[in-house]
């Protein structure tokens, strides 16, 4: 009886010790997919810059997406912060996620990375009314895991391959 009891929960261990199959990666967008085209995005909101972009951007008949962090140079939740992203979101640009507070995702466990990204999705859900459908993880820096949350969550992971600094306004 002994021996049958510990076969039992020796299986029961070993069944449940084994690697979960693997889950669907999402995309990872790193380029235009149209030829002479460019995607012009904004990281960190772009914070206090975010009415200027948007209105140099709008002034030439052009969009952007703008990446909102939660809570990394202010609380999205603050009410400035709040404005800016309506303002930019009104004048028909995208809004998307960059992660609630700037963490590197691939340093988080699954709960964590999870918990950066619902926390920027019900932000905007709450400000502008829309689920972030792309997701740029912070410093760029993906794994599998990060890649397995974005799918799960129907977004698309989106990187750069040119990165200039600085905007000058005509």
Avoid at 61 to 88: H, L, P, S, W
Avoid at 89 to 110: E, F
Avoid at 124 to 142: D, K, T
Wanted: charged fraction near 15%; include cysteine; glycine fraction near 4%.
């Amino acid at each position: 009886m002994l021996a049958s009891v510990f076969i039992t929960l020796s299986l029961t261990a070993f069944a449940t010790a084994a690697p979960q199959s693997k889950r669907q990666l999402a995309q990872v967008v790193s380029s235009c997919t149209q030829p002479n085209t460019v995607a012009l995005t904004f990281d960190d909101g772009p914070w206090i810059y975010a009415q200027v972009v948007s209105d140099a951007l709008t002034s030439k008949g052009v969009k952007g997406t703008f990446f909102y962090n939660g809570n990394n140079y202010e609380c999205i939740y603050d009410q400035a912060e709040m404005d800016r992203v309506k303002y930019v979101y009104n004048a028909g640009h995208q809004v998307a996620s960059h992660t609630w507070s700037h963490s590197d995702l691939t340093t988080l466990t699954w709960d964590q990375i999870h918990d950066e990204m619902w926390r920027v999705e019900q932000a905007l859900q709450r400000i502008v009314g829309v689920v972030p459908a792309f997701m740029r993880p912070p410093y760029g820096n993906y794994n599998d895991l990060v890649l397995q949350a974005s799918y799960i969550r129907g977004q698309k992971v989106v990187l750069w391959d040119f990165e200039y600094v600085c905007l000058v306004v005509t």
